[in-house]
């Protein structure tokens, strides 16, 4: 058994969905389940209507229906008969988005995110079973919620690994015999059947979550990149595939920002030891990025960028050490405010950090530490990590930049810096 997962870049459009459906039916014969994202940019807008809804903006009706149109013109370019049951299927997942909003908001926002984000999935996911069964691929929609399992830790959820293992098996098995399983990646629920989140980006995680559940022999993440390169495109105009990655590079690489794998994705499948590949939808004939248990180190240096940083120092009003208990204090307060750290360094007087810019989270943080401590904080930084550098790959990243804080272990170099000039 195979697990795929389809990402929001692979379903933007309906060629994206027809692209899926030719992928797929090369697979039909072997027992398959395929985790989807919400299509194209959908979940940044669902975001939107959220925030909306809560702050009661104006504008939340006019970023919902743009949601719904959306989906809309996707549906008539897949399906000529309008009599199709997809089409009120999806417009009932919206119509759970309309009871929401046409309250005042009374429940947190965590809370409400979940409940709202987590449609496009949903509608997503739906759409590309029926559509499969439109082309002939035997297939059937199963609702990730009854089978992830989590806590009430709305937008990021943490998985009860023994109860999501015991659903799984107790029913997937058979249901795989006859079909390819279409289903939502980035969703679990609490036992009191609300919908969670697994955080941002986690339809890779939930692609593991079943995989490593129901001991598959292989997770494929479709992308539109030909693999895991060295760096980013964006940054760099010359960039290399990595053919291979072990599992510990893999981890460190997505523990430090890379954007190509969920970071909690790859060690539930080491623990099984489940290879994972990184495919382009685009080009399906290459083979990508294969990440397994090797010992081969990475063949090239690897560059990461981070950019929105914040440099945050903290400091005791008494000039007295930074000791275990104000690290203690500091580290819950962070987790209380929701804000994971990047990049830290100490010193006998000082805790400086680097994290991603959220403006109200950090402000909240930063009122908070006040009351115990002296915090100066630095905007507009990029955070650079290298993965087996050498001072020349050091220094092609520092061209027009100030190094602010630096850290550096045997293989890995870490930079926040800042353009000068």
């Not at 959220?50 to 504008?59: K, W």
């Amino acid at each position: 058994m195979q697990v795929f997962k389809f990402g929001g870049a692979s379903v933007k459009d309906a060629d994206g969905v027809r692209n899926v459906a030719r992928i797929v039916e090369q697979y039909k014969d072997q027992q398959l389940i395929i985790v989807v994202s919400a299509m194209g940019k959908t979940t940044n807008l669902l975001e939107e209507v959220t925030h909306a809804y809560f702050n009661n903006e104006p504008v939340l009706h006019k970023l919902f229906e743009k949601a719904k149109i959306f989906h809309e013109e996707i549906l008539h370019e897949l399906f000529e008969d309008k009599q199709n049951p997809i089409f009120d299927e999806v417009a009932n997942f919206f119509v759970e988005i309309d009871w929401i909003i046409e309250e005042e908001p009374q429940d947190t926002y965590d809370y409400l995110y979940d409940q709202i984000v987590s449609i496009g999935e949903l509608v997503s996911s739906r759409i590309i079973e029926a559509y499969l069964k439109k082309v002939g691929t035997p297939s059937l929609w199963i609702d990730a919620r009854n089978y992830i399992h989590t806590d009430n830790t709305f937008r990021e959820g943490q998985v009860d690994w023994e109860k999501t293992e015991r659903s799984m098996q107790s029913s997937i098995p058979t249901l795989l015999e006859k079909n390819i399983l279409v289903t939502q990646g980035f969703i679990g629920s609490t036992s009191e059947n609300f919908t969670t989140t697994l955080g941002r980006e986690g339809s890779d995680y939930t692609a593991a979550i079943f995989a490593a559940s129901l001991d598959a022999s292989l997770v494929t993440i479709w992308k539109d990149v030909p693999g895991v390169l060295n760096a980013d495109p964006k940054w760099f105009d010359s960039t290399e595939l990595i053919a291979e990655l072990s599992y510990l590079d893999a981890i460190e690489l997505t523990y430090y920002g890379a954007t190509v794998i969920h970071p909690k994705t790859i060690k539930p499948l080491q623990n099984k030891g489940i290879a994972l590949a990184v495919r382009s939808f685009i080009d399906i004939q290459r083979n990508g990025t294969i990440i397994r248990a090797t010992n081969n180190p990475l063949p090239v240096s690897s560059f990461i960028f981070k950019v929105n940083q914040v440099l945050i120092s903290i400091l005791p009003k008494d000039f007295s050490f930074i000791v275990e208990d104000n690290f203690s204090h500091i580290f819950d307060v962070f987790a209380k405010h929701r804000l994971k750290i990047n990049m830290m360094h100490n010193s006998a007087v000082s805790f400086s950090v680097s994290v991603d810019y959220d403006e109200q989270n950090i402000v909240s943080l930063i009122k908070e530490l006040k009351k115990q401590y002296d915090v100066e904080f630095t905007r507009d930084l990029e955070l650079v990590t290298i993965r087996y550098y050498n001072q020349q790959t050091i220094e092609r990243v520092l061209v027009n930049k100030e190094v602010i804080m630096q850290l550096q272990d045997n293989y890995t170099c870490q930079m926040l810096i800042r353009s000068i000039g």
